[in-house]
């Protein structure tokens, strides 16, 4: 059972454009939503966390969006750069164990 | 240490044999998580610690696979017999606490089972 649903699988954006990746949840038990920014060959790294009693969390150029009665949250890159190139994963976190569940991921490529 | 380490990086094994892989939490973090990213980039998590208790093996295929968290030593993660279909990027994670708090990742180690 996929209980975080990622979307777009893969999404071409020009430099200087912006790149939104959707995300959305089932388990009302999550309290805590960051997404990971991931290279080839190279672990995720954290990129911005939200929790669900915050509609906006902005750091630089990137903002989370996040709608708790709808269940979903995105990631916004404002002024898209070709290093923003890389795989990014939407997560929850919350309920029994707190582990991490992953969306699917989305392969972004930033076009120069 | 300020960064999870792991080892070794890649790691090739025959069906049939052991794998052993190592990670070193960030000093001072209490909570220690395996997850497994396999092909198409899906992530599966597989058992957690906090020190060097369970914490949570829900994930954990319990006939091969093993983990452990000792005092003073990195933890480990055993595979006996592997299968072809454990191929796959392991990462080890480290937090501070168990919820609401991130999760560092370690750069994973690459095993491939022939």
């Known amino acids: 059972q996929q209980q975080v649903k990622q979307s777009p699988q893969s999404l071409i954006v020009q430099k200087g454009g912006i790149s939104i990746i959707n995300c959305a949840y089932e388990?009302?038990?999550?309290?805590?939503f960051p997404w990971y920014q991931q290279f080839p060959g190279k672990g995720p790294a954290l990129l911005i966390a939200?929790?669900?009693?915050?509609s906006e969390k902005k750091e630089g150029r990137f903002t989370i969006s996040f709608n708790k009665s709808a269940k979903q949250f995105s990631l916004h890159i404002m002024d898209s750069q070709p290093g923003d190139s890389a795989t990014y994963f939407c997560?929850?976190?919350?309920?029994?164990?707190?582990?991490?569940?992953f969306g699917a991921g989305t392969i972004l490529r930033v076009k120069s | 240490g300020e960064e999870v380490a792991q080892t070794p990086k890649h790691l090739v094994r025959g069906e049939g044999q052991k794998a052993k892989l190592y990670c070193a939490p960030i000093?001072?973090?209490?909570?220690v998580f395996w997850y497994q990213q396999v092909l198409k980039n899906e992530f599966k998590f597989l058992i957690s610690?906090?020190?060097?208790?369970?914490?949570?093996e829900t994930g954990m295929p319990k006939e091969r696979f093993s983990a452990k968290c000792l005092p003073n030593s990195p933890c480990s993660l055993e595979i006996q017999a592997t299968k072809l279909e454990d191929s796959a990027v392991y990462f080890c994670?480290?937090?501070?606490?168990?919820?609401?708090?991130?999760?560092?990742f370690g750069p994973g180690t690459r095993l491939l089972v022939l």
């Open positions: 939200i929790r669900p009693d915050v």
């Open positions: 000093k001072g973090h209490s909570y």
């Open positions: 997560a929850a976190q919350g309920g029994y164990g707190n582990k991490l569940v």
């Open positions: 994670a480290s937090s501070l606490y168990p919820s609401q708090e991130t999760q560092y």
């Open positions: 388990n009302t038990a999550f309290d805590y």
């Open positions: 610690f906090q020190n060097e208790n369970v914490f949570d």
